[in-house]
């Protein structure tokens, strides 16, 4: 796991500051969805080797949610944005 | 025996003698000794015994990478096994003793070992294992039990203080010898931030035992002039006796820091600093390890490497002996020859086994070329050494030997971050990549030659790292000197006699390396686990090269092919006094207080931990001799007068914003959209997954403005919760939080006569009309002297209210409230009480919300929307097994004798049921001994237990062996009707 | 009716004096500051806004410094009655939320030429880039705290009240090598 994590709002802190909850492409499915993309977004995930996204939740620090984009083998961070605003379509 | 102090020389504070005792005999040394040179001085030759074989092992080097003089430090609870005692500096009053021999090094019963030799080969741990397998637990594992490890850990608590601290730099420097003082310098003077750290207690590294001349200076002149300053320069820092032991991930390093000689337990300053080391840019200096040669006996005391003999010379003025013998491959060992000379001492001869050996040679000291030495001659000490040149064999006096066989760049640091060094037939070396992620290796750890070099290449790759950042440095040192490259490949020496050894602390010869490898152990990792080669606290450094050399060796193949093991973290043993820092004891982890807490402690509360939380449990009166006593009074009282309980430790979270009630509409299943202002409702948050995840109690005192309550043990994991959903589902929503459990000092003032009480204080109407059941509001308090909350909610069953007040008003109010309440006979109660109250009342818990159940379970399942659009754990709630009415359902249960007891977690059984899983009807969550009732209670969750009521079981728990007859019954235990909530 | 309720600082029980190495002067002085105002802003805005908000309602002497994204601790050694913060609501209406933490927050101020090394063996953050005037949510040890740099060697922590005196020992562990100058309320 990286040893110190960029975060848009606060800069360079140490990843004691944070908490990893996982794969960040699931999407909550449509409300009226059939049960299995449910289970599907609930309880599969894939385990990739390499570059994947995640949510990481900057708990000690601005306590926004942030998408990494991190190398599970090498643990090298390529991107790291808040998530609220990749959703609502900005930058940061 | 041999060595001893010259009369004058070294850098040791002669005009002071320090006293120390060694295995009880007392000696002196001087300050600038360590441990390992005043031994030497003393002639002290014998300081241990090795692992397997218990051979009488002496000092082979000079620092780190010492393998055999480990050493027990200190008596008592300050005792510190393992420790190498060429990096103990010493002090007065020190005290060591030898480890893994008895009675004395010198004379050591475990020596028989060596006779068991043959049998104790590489991998014949492995091999008892198979056969013959009885006698695996009653022989072999207690024997190797108790002949496992060298020194003996205290088991007394450690006394002395460690901590931890962050560092910050553009450049660390680690290793400050020639390369890493160029780098220093070439940054420091750019103005970078440089942090230079160094194992030793004093910066110089190679300098520090060199002889001749560098960059046209004597080394003491260089190191001098390069120290003062460095020392000068405000944005350098020094760390001194500080060891590198981690490369991690974005450049971060780990290092540790030991204290000085003059460091007390009983002083201010820790022991160990662990140092965290953010680098911008880093430069591993760590210079090269040299290799001892193979040969029979060159493990017995009086064998040394040539490095060692030079600094020992040089900094403590300590002679090896008086007619050493110079083993080599290389340079290194004319120039400790020379030194020796210099310092009146006759060397017996220089064995080197080139045919051109070093051209300069101009001491007294016969060169014996195209020659090996084969056996040494004696075994507690040398006596002199067996000489082989080309087939002829010929004995040669000597009392000491000095073998060089070359040198190992230290890359370790630079492979802990996954990447495998590459063979260099040149450098017949390993080497790390150059520059890798922001480390780049220079001098002697890059495989550069000469001191001269080192300082050149330290300066440039400096240079270039501040080049990386868009600083601009001129290298210190800029001359580039011829590298000068001669290398000779002495794996081992052939044609030995008796045991050479390859890995000098875990006793591994070459004999060993050679049956691994006939036994199908040839790969490296392999090898390295069958014979235990490099497992040691040393891990190996002096030996590992020359392992992988006899591997290759015997296999045909270069040692490249062979390769080396992984490098991890940590380069050197670290304590866990170190990792811990200063959280132990009392500061494990911090101690969290309610705003309470010194009411309830003059109140005399025995406090109960809850995670972090110290919560106030019960309130012993003088008389009572048992906490039942206290908790059956406390319950018994809120039921008839009153009590009041601090709450101030469950989650409070203001939530704000003009779609808060639409998003805590989405976040609960029951509704909150249009929970009116003034209103409090009770709310059950379930997971995506249609479970319950916490419950709790959310008012509305605004429409904008909702203050939300959640179990201690969630608020934080719920205010986590509330943000992914705000953050990552809805950011359209305009909704805000902010954690409001430590502003609000919150208390429960419960039973029939808390309104009386409460009147006492508040300036609100609390008659029913205008404070109904589930009112929730902003009010003051004494008059309008404070602001406060009040909301009429019950966990008791009681009449009941929580008042919240400013925290640091909290007790001051909690004091008035028991002052308005004495004349309504008010009591303290704690969480125990609270406890028994919900138990009796079947409200639940996270002992029913165990992650498991679902609202409907709970008997809830009314109170989840059938018109709302979206809401949490809304699609997964409607799986068929969710809904399943067989599912295990809330219910009470009570013991068929009113005098049987049970336990939480007992199962509930069929009478005639055989105790099968297939047959387990549920288990008991909570119980509690009722004083209402007179006997003990319990909730349970029971497979389609709404319709057992009143159903007979066995209350079944094996593991306490007890088997009640038990009977299924409404979760509710005391006023099913609610009307003590009005009363 | 009780007589009036009287207000106890959190860090009232701390041991005052010097603690730790005696000899030379202190190299940190920990005080207690009164507990007056804090106030956490929390919504779209910027620091000017709130800073404006802040000195028009007559709260001059605060500090406003960032506390995390889209939000800003405000916070002074006087408290505020409570018009005075329904006018910073008031103020700040339709953007910006106001929530009163001048009860759940207590601020310790750590000074002194050694103020940097006793922050270092807590915090990650490079101080090297936090001027004056800055401020960040972060950690010290295991307790999250906002960190304000007052001045050059001025920093003040805040943290939630139930672990002040947890934070206070800490930085006492931390400042003993120095020397330390405890100052109670």
């Known amino acids: ?92 | 025996m041999t060595g001893f102090r010259l009369p004058r020389g070294g850098c040791i504070d002669r005009s002071r003698t320090l006293r120390f005792t060694f295995d009880g005999r007392v000696m002196v040394g001087h300050p600038g000794d360590t441990l390992a040179s005043a031994l030497l001085a003393n002639g002290v030759g014998i300081v241990g015994r090795s692992f397997k074989y218990h051979r009488p092992r002496g000092i082979l080097t000079a620092g780190s990478s010492e393998p055999n003089a480990l050493v027990t430090l200190g008596e008592g609870a300050s005792s510190e096994p393992n420790t190498r005692a060429t990096m103990v500096e010493l002090s007065d009053g020190l005290i060591a003793r030898s480890q893994n021999c008895w009675p004395s090094a010198a004379f050591d019963v475990g020596a028989i070992n060596g006779l068991l030799s043959p049998f104790l080969s590489a991998g014949f741990y492995y091999k008892t294992f198979m056969w013959p397998a009885p006698l695996w637990e009653k022989l072999y594992e207690p024997l190797i039990r108790k002949a496992a490890g060298l020194g003996r850990a205290s088991k007394a608590p450690d006394p002395d203080r460690y901590e931890k601290s962050w560092a910050h730099c553009d450049l660390l420097v680690i290793g400050a010898g020639p390369a890493g003082l160029g780098a220093a310098l070439t940054a420091g003077r750019s103005g970078a931030r440089v942090i230079l750290v160094d194992e030793d207690h004093e910066p110089g590294g190679a300098l520090l035992s060199t002889g001749g001349d560098v960059a046209g200076r004597s080394p003491t002149t260089l190191l001098a002039d390069l120290v003062g300053e460095l020392e000068n320069l405000p944005n350098i820092r020094i760390l001194s006796r500080t060891t590198a032991v981690g490369w991690y991930d974005d450049n971060l390093f780990g290092a540790v820091e030991r204290a000085g000689p003059d460091f007390l337990s009983t002083g201010h300053a820790p022991r160990e600093r662990l140092w965290r080391i953010v680098a911008r840019e880093a430069i591993l200096a760590s210079g090269a390890e040299e290799r001892p040669l193979v040969f029979g006996g060159n493990d017995r005391p009086g064998v040394m490497m040539t490095g060692a003999v030079s600094s020992y010379l040089h900094r403590q003025a300590v002679a090896p002996g008086r007619r050493p013998l110079i083993f080599t491959t290389n340079a290194a060992g004319y120039h400790a020859a020379a030194m020796l000379e210099e310092a009146g001492i006759e060397v017996s001869g220089i064995v080197d086994p080139r045919t051109e050996p070093e051209a300069e040679w101009r001491g007294r000291a016969p060169v014996f070329r195209n020659a090996v030495v084969t056996d040494v001659i004696g075994g507690r000490g040398v006596s002199g050494a067996v000489l082989d040149s080309e087939g002829r064999r010929s004995r040669i006096d000597a009392d000491s030997i000095a073998m060089s066989g070359g040198f190992t760049p230290r890359i370790q640091l630079a492979c802990q971050r996954g990447c495998k060094p590459v063979w260099s037939e040149a450098h017949l070396a390993f080497l790390a990549p150059e520059r890798q992620n922001g480390l780049t290796v220079a001098g002697a750890a890059a495989g550069i030659e000469g001191l001269e070099g080192a300082l050149h290449d330290g300066s440039r790759k400096a240079a270039s790292a501040l080049k990386e950042l868009g600083l601009d440095a001129k290298p210190a040192f800029s001359a580039a000197p011829l590298n000068d490259r001669k290398t000779y490949a002495l794996w081992r020496v052939a044609g030995t006699r008796g045991a050479a050894f390859v890995d000098f602390q875990n006793d591994v010869k070459v004999d060993d390396l050679l049956l691994a490898n006939r036994e199908g152990y040839g790969h490296v990792e392999l090898a390295k686990r069958y014979t235990t080669a490099g497992m040691a606290t040393d891990q190996g450094k002096t030996g590992n090269l020359n392992a992988i050399g006899i591997l290759a060796e015997a296999r045909g193949v270069t040692p490249g092919e062979i390769g080396t093991t992984t490098f991890r973290p940590f380069y050197v043993p670290v304590s866990f006094g170190a990792l811990a820092g200063s959280a132990r004891g009392k500061h494990f982890q911090p101690v969290r207080r309610s705003p309470l807490h010194g009411w309830a402690e003059k109140n005399g509360a025995v406090f109960v931990e809850s995670g972090l939380w110290y919560r106030s449990s019960w309130f012993p009166r003088p008389g009572e001799m048992t906490w039942r006593e206290s908790v059956d009074r406390e319950v018994l009282n809120v039921r008839s007068n009153v009590g009041l309980c601090d709450v101030s430790t469950l989650g409070k979270i203001e939530v704000f914003g003009r779609d808060a009630a639409t998003f805590l509409d989405r976040i609960y299943c029951n509704a909150f959209a249009k929970l009116p202002v003034g209103r409090a409702r009770y709310g059950i948050m379930l997971r995506e997954d249609g479970f319950i995840y916490d419950d709790g109690t959310t008012s509305r005192l605004a429409d904008d403005h909702f203050f939300m309550t959640t179990t201690t043990a969630l608020a934080a994991g719920v205010l986590s919760h509330l943000e992914f959903c705000a953050q990552v589902l809805w950011p359209d929503l305009d909704v805000r939080f902010a954690s409001s459990t430590d502003q609000w000092a919150q208390m429960a003032i419960a039973g029939p006569k808390s309104r009386s009480v409460l009147e006492a204080i508040v300036d609100v109407d609390l008659s029913d009309d205008a404070f109904p059941f589930m009112a929730a509001r902003e009010i003051t308090l004494f008059g309008g002297k404070l602001s406060a909350r009040l909301f009429r909610i019950s966990f008791s069953g009681e009449r009941a209210y929580e008042l919240a007040v400013p925290a640091g008003f909290g007790e001051s109010v909690a004091d008035a409230l028991m002052a308005a309440g004495a004349p309504y006979g008010i009591c303290a109660y704690g969480a125990e009480a609270l406890g028994v109250l919900r138990i009796e009342k079947g409200h639940v818990t996270h002992n029913e919300i165990n992650g498991t159940v679902t609202a409907d379970d709970l008997g809830f399942g009314k109170m989840v929307s059938s018109t709302k659009t979206d809401f949490i754990g809304r699609a997964m709630l409607r799986r068929e097994g969710l809904v399943s009415q067989d599912r295990p359902q809330l219910v009470g249960v009570r013991p068929v004798d009113p005098r049987d007891g049970f336990k939480a977690g007992s199962h509930i059984m069929r009478p005639d049921d055989q105790t099968v899983l297939e047959n387990d009807q549920g288990y008991v969550t909570s119980v509690a001994f009722s004083p209402h009732l007179g006997h003990m209670i319990g909730l349970a969750l029971v497979k389609g237990g709404r319709t057992r009521h009143g159903e007979r079981v066995v209350i079944w728990n094996a593991l306490g062996e007890s088997y009640i007859e038990g009977e299924v019954c409404a979760p509710c235990f005391v006023d099913p009707v609610n009307e003590r909530l009005h009363a | 009716m009780p007589e009036s309720p009287c207000h106890i600082p959190a860090l009232a029980g701390v041991r005052p004096g010097r603690l730790g190495k005696e000899d030379g002067a202190p190299g940190v002085t920990l005080r207690a500051l009164p507990e007056g105002l804090v106030v956490l802003a929390l919504g779209r805005s910027d620091r000017k806004a709130v800073l404006a908000a802040t000195v028009s309602v007559g709260l001059a002497k605060c500090s406003v410094s960032d506390a995390g994204f889209e939000q800003w601790l405000i916070a002074g050694d006087m408290p505020a009655s409570p018009v005075v913060l329904a006018s910073l609501a008031q103020a700040l209406a339709g953007k910006v939320y106001v929530s009163d933490q001048s009860h759940g927050r207590v601020r310790i101020a750590l000074s002194g030429p050694r103020s940097m090394n006793v922050l270092a063996k807590g915090c990650g953050i490079d101080f090297a880039s936090f001027t004056v005037g800055t401020g960040a949510m972060t950690l010290y040890g295991h307790l999250g705290c906002h960190v304000f740099r007052a001045e050059e060697t001025v920093f003040h922590l805040t943290v939630l009240r139930s672990f002040a005196l947890a934070l206070w020992d800490e930085l006492v562990e931390a400042g003993r090598e120095f020397g330390v100058e405890a100052r109670a309320l």
């Open chain 1, 1 to 92: 796991m990286a040893s110190l994590i960029p975060c848009p709002h606060c800069g360079t802190r140490p990843r004691e500051e944070f908490a990893v909850k996982g794969d960040a492409a699931p999407i909550r499915p449509e409300l009226d969805a059939p049960a299995s993309d449910w289970h599907e977004y609930l309880h599969l995930r894939d385990n990739p080797k390499g570059r994947h996204h995640e949510f990481w939740h900057h708990v000690s620090g601005c306590r926004r949610w942030l998408i990494v984009e991190r190398d599970t083998a090498s643990h090298e961070i390529y991107s790291i944005t808040d998530a609220a605003s990749a959703k609502q379509g900005g930058g940061a």
